[in-house]
């Protein structure tokens, strides 16, 4: 991709997603993930209306009478995108590619994020940290983010979510609000993400494509492992073999779910021909 053409793809995720970043995600992202970056200061008398979650009992039993934390907010926090470009990202069937639905989330995230006036960093991995950008505010920033998104080559197509998590834990000292991008067709990553949820707030973006649920009825076909280059006859008219795959297909999606549910994390599916948007809005909506 020329520069050219690079900076007009920027510029129209630019304009697509800071719309609706200004004009949805804005409120929303500050509202959910306002508390998260909360230090406590003082006690108070409880008024009504008060959240009962944040009555301090100690100081109630002490004086008989309910006292609620006063919490301060934090003057920023800190957003990491991490996000899979590893071989089986560059699918899709429908109108876009998964790369590129992860590009546009991670665009809207961090439209709003910059909004608030947080600081975004990016993690690119594959079955290695591909590239690390830490943390940092502007728009000029975010806008090196989305071209690293859409232009990044990365050496390797295999998958570890493991190692990326661990990366994570390494250079965030701080809590970190966190969204993983990913198809998620990974697993031997739950111990490693129980560890990080402990001190980040993180929640998996799982985005994949309808056709890779199931393999359709065709006969022999050569298919290309995207993850290794490898061309292969599968004889896609077998029961077995579409059972065996429609299988680890499902095994793989019920790891993800179970994993992110044990640590703690959301998660948040997003089908390539879904309506991302809404599904980011709902999962704001249900936290905040």
Request: charge should be positive.
């Amino acid at each position: 991709m020329d520069t050219k053409e690079l900076l007009k793809k920027v510029r129209k995720i630019e304009i697509k997603t800071r719309r609706l970043s200004d004009h949805i995600f804005g409120g929303e992202y500050h509202s959910t993930f306002k508390g998260r970056g909360m230090t406590f200061s003082e006690v108070r008398q409880y008024q009504f209306g008060d959240d009962v979650r944040n009555i301090d009992w100690n100081v109630t039993a002490r004086y008989n009478e309910p006292f609620i934390k006063v919490f301060e907010e934090e003057r920023e926090l800190t957003m990491m995108l991490i996000a899979d470009v590893s071989g089986s990202e560059f699918f899709g069937t429908d109108k876009q590619f998964k790369n590129e639905i992860v590009t546009e989330v991670a665009a809207t995230l961090a439209f709003s994020a910059m909004q608030n006036n947080d600081k975004i960093g990016l993690i690119l991995f594959t079955d290695e940290i591909e590239l690390f950008i830490p943390p940092k505010k502007g728009k000029s920033h975010v806008l090196r983010i989305i071209r690293e998104l859409l232009e990044f080559k990365p050496k390797s197509k295999k998958t570890d979510i493991a190692q990326a998590i661990k990366f994570l834990s390494s250079v965030m000292k701080k809590k970190a609000i966190t969204f993983i991008l990913s198809d998620f067709i990974a697993d031997d990553y739950e111990q490693t993400l129980k560890i990080a949820a402990n001190k980040h707030d993180i929640t998996g973006i799982r985005i994949y494509d309808q056709r890779e649920e199931a393999i359709p009825s065709l006969g022999m076909v050569q298919m290309e492992d995207e993850e290794t280059g490898e061309l292969v006859l599968v004889n896609t008219s077998s029961k077995k073999v579409r059972r065996n795959y429609e299988a680890f297909y499902k095994d793989r999606v019920a790891y993800y779910e179970e994993s992110f549910r044990r640590s703690g994390s959301g998660i948040i599916d997003i089908r390539t021909d879904d309506s991302y948007v809404k599904k980011l809005l709902g999962y704001f909506k249900r936290r905040g």
